[in-house]
């Protein structure tokens, strides 16, 4: 175990180094919504409710009708609406649904660590 | 709701030429004729299948047709491959997608669901989906859509139930934009498709399907169901040719070919009598089919031999001998298929059945036809084919060779090995496929076997209806009549033997009238004879008679003049004194 060990120390590391990081980065986001829909429209204000919550201040949101821009959904690969596409911080996500499902969303954009009940933010979102 | 729906029960009969749903022609050789004119107009149709049946070659050839044939642009949504794999794929049958993409015909838009990288956050739709699919068929004013294989994207998405759901939205949506759809799915265990998709595309269903019978794959297309028109519901052979899928149906296709009035010699003057003078029509089929050495491959050779002589190519495609074979033994009975090779007229195609499925058969004899462009096409013998496939995809094979040999106007002839006197299962299959069928037989009897011909038939000529016996000899068939006497019809020596006793009797029969004759003659002179005597008598006789009729007419004038003068001696009793004087004188 012993060579292997330092590599392990410092993955670790840089793990926690991006952790650390993650905390301060910026969020570039788009939501493909399809028109005025009671989904589009419950998309759009659960995006917006979450950034301010926990984003504040260092997000940026793009909102795009999948009905007047057919070329950025192809080439952006998008099938489902509405979806939210993280560009930023990396890796890219596609969150597919309304995020009506708010402790998924906060795991799927990496906000919150897996396991973190968080009973409040999920009530302040709502 | 654009769909039609169609008047209950079509007729039989006018199917073809009426149908009562409007349709959208795939331009595909066979499938047309199974679907009664193509597919659903306006309707999605679903084609399903095992990996590597050729479901997406499907789809992709429909698409294509319809641009190049129907003037139909088209859009292929694809969920497995992306566009330059696809257009890389089908390159090889001729299909330039990029071209036709440039064109604005056609879109490819792949689609990559990788659910890796998507979670789901609560409700959602597939708009996104449908507004790609909505913006490519705008930009190419599409006819038709392909979405191959549409379900995977239930392996996108964890919530089937929203699959589902936005499935059927989606099908309804494109019978509402009214394009015609071939939706691929993938073969399931106990269901058509793996994800049970059918229950939404209930209008024309295709199952395709690879088999491997005794170890040659054939793939085979079946009509499941076509709501609201005759379909044919058989298993229909198909294959992947050099210019895309054929379907081979087991009845004849359009049956539309032109005809030629045309006639071509058979190579045998008295064969060619045989079938009322000239010999078989062009673009015409023929059969020779007879027992083993019964010298059908020789009639074969002389048709070929007949058809370079005119100065037309053959081709020769054996399937049990190879050419040098054949050529050697053709020479030793007088036809010399040397020579027409070496002018380029003969081509032999030597090849053993087992080594390629049916298909590949089809493919290889229509690839040598377009390269060679001969005016015969020889297959010896057709019934070796049934060793690469079951009897029935035979003769689907050979009626869909014949097809093609007709309608490029190419005569046709092919020997059938039958294994005796009774028609075999196998001529009886393509029975209905050949246009003249020449029997030979062997007749055994004392002590040998003779070969004996006769055409079972003929379409559209006058032809005998008599068994003629032939022989092959240095200088190719010879045909002799038969004996047919009153009671039985003998071949070889005993027609020798009958026909030399006939000479005999013959023979006897002249002496003996000869002999009559002489008698006859004889017997004239000797009638002539007595005749002359009796004359002779009966010209004596007259003389007398005549001589005493003229003795008797003087002897009455002697008489007269007696009465007279002894009257004038008597005068007394007269006036008294005659009287008195004559006994005076007294």
Same mark, same amino acid.
């Not at chain 2, 006793?501 to 003996?512: C, F, H, I, P, Y």
């Given at each position: 175990m012993n060579p292997s060990q330092g590599t392990g120390d410092s993955t670790l590391a840089q793990f926690e180094h991006a952790l650390a990081e993650l905390g301060l980065a910026r969020y570039e986001l788009t939501l493909f919504v399809a028109g005025a829909s009671a989904l589009s429209a419950r998309a759009v204000a659960d995006v917006r409710a979450l950034g301010d919550t926990y984003l504040s201040g260092r997000y940026r949101l793009a909102v795009v009708d999948v009905h007047r821009n057919p070329d950025l959904v192809k080439s952006r690969g998008v099938l489902a609406s509405p979806t939210l596409v993280k560009d930023s911080p990396l890796p890219k996500r596609m969150l597919v649904g309304d995020l009506s499902d708010t402790r998924r969303v906060l795991v799927a954009l990496d906000i919150e660590p897996v396991g973190d009940p968080a009973p409040e933010s999920s009530g302040a979102v709502g | 709701m654009t769909a039609v729906i169609s008047h209950p029960v079509p007729s039989a009969v006018s199917w073809v030429e009426r149908p009562l749903l409007p349709k959208a022609p795939t331009g595909i050789a066979g499938l047309d004729e199974v679907t009664g004119g193509g597919l659903p107009r306006g309707r999605p149709t679903l084609v399903c299948g095992p990996a590597g049946c050729g479901k997406t070659l499907l789809g992709m050839e429909f698409l294509v047709r319809g641009i190049t044939e129907y003037g /139909?642009?088209?859009?292929? #949504?694809?969920?497995?491959e992306t566009a330059g794999d696809?257009?890389?794929?089908? =390159?090889? #049958?001729?299909?330039d997608l990029t071209r036709m993409q440039a064109d604005g015909l056609l879109a490819v838009d792949h689609v990559n669901v990788v659910r890796a990288d998507m979670d789901e956050t609560g409700e959602w739709d597939l708009d996104g989906l449908f507004i790609r699919l909505g913006a490519a068929i705008d930009a190419v004013k599409a006819r038709r859509v392909v979405l191959d294989t549409i379900e995977n994207l239930f392996g996108a998405f964890s919530d089937a139930a929203t699959v589902r759901s936005e499935l059927r939205r989606l099908f309804g949506w494109l019978k509402e934009r009214g394009v015609t759809a071939v939706v691929t799915g993938e073969r399931g265990e106990g269901a058509l498709t793996r994800h049970g998709i059918e229950e939404y595309v209930s209008d024309c269903v295709i199952v395709l399907d690879h088999r491997v019978i005794e170890q040659t794959s054939t793939r085979r297309l079946r009509i499941l169901k076509y709501r609201g028109s005759l379909h044919g519901t058989n298993e229909y052979p198909f294959f992947i040719g050099e210019h895309g899928l054929s379907v081979l149906p087991i009845t004849s296709l359009g049956l539309q070919h032109a005809v030629s009035e045309e006639r071509v010699s058979t190579g045998n003057a008295r064969l060619d009598g045989m079938l009322g003078g000239p010999g078989v029509f062009r673009g015409s089929s023929i059969l020779v089919s007879g027992t083993a050495g019964t010298g059908k491959s020789t009639i074969v050779a002389q048709f070929c031999e007949a058809a370079c002589a005119r100065g037309e190519r053959a081709l020769y495609i054996a399937f049990e001998e190879s050419a040098p074979q054949i050529i050697r033994n053709m020479a030793s009975v007088g036809i010399d298929l040397a020579r027409w090779m070496a002018a380029g007229l003969l081509q032999f195609h030597c090849v053993r059945p087992s080594v390629l499925g049916l298909e590949a058969h089809l493919l290889a004899m229509q690839t040598l036809v377009e390269d060679f462009q001969p005016s015969l096409v020889a297959m010896d013998p057709i019934t070796n084919l049934i060793g690469a496939g079951q009897g029935i995809e035979v003769s689907a094979m050979l009626t869909r060779e014949i097809d093609y040999l007709k309608g490029q106007g190419i005569t =046709?002839?092919?020997?059938? #090995?039958?294994?005796?006197? /009774? #028609?075999?299962?196998? %001529?009886?299959?393509? =029975?209905?496929?050949? %246009?003249t069928w020449l029997l030979v037989k062997a007749i055994d009897g004392n002590g040998e076997r003779n070969r004996a011909l006769y055409i079972l038939k003929s379409r559209g000529m006058a032809h005998s209806n008599q068994v003629r016996e032939f022989l092959i000899t240095d200088d190719g068939i010879e045909f002799i009549d038969v004996y047919v006497g009153q009671h039985h019809v003998l071949t070889g020596s005993a027609r020798a033997s009958q026909e030399a006793? /006939?000479?005999? @009797? =013959?023979?006897?029969? @002249?002496?003996?009238i000869e002999q009559r004759q002489l008698n006859l003659e004889r017997r004239r002179k000797s009638v002539e004879a007595q005749a002359a005597i009796m004359w002779r008598e009966f010209q004596a006789e007259a003389d007398i008679v005549e001589r005493l009729r003229q003795q008797g007419s003087s002897a009455g004038e002697v008489r007269e003049e007696e009465r007279v003068e002894q009257g004038r001696l008597r005068s007394a009793d007269a006036d008294g004194t005659g009287a008195v004087e004559a006994s005076a004188v007294d």
């Open positions: - | /139909e642009p088209g859009v292929f #949504l694809a969920f497995e696809l257009a890389a794929n089908v =390159a090889s #049958l001729g299909f =046709a002839i092919f020997s059938g #090995l039958s294994s005796g006197s /009774e #028609l075999t299962s196998s %001529d009886q299959q393509i =029975a209905s496929l050949i %246009d006793d /006939e000479r005999s @009797k =013959a023979t006897a029969l @002249k002496q003996d």
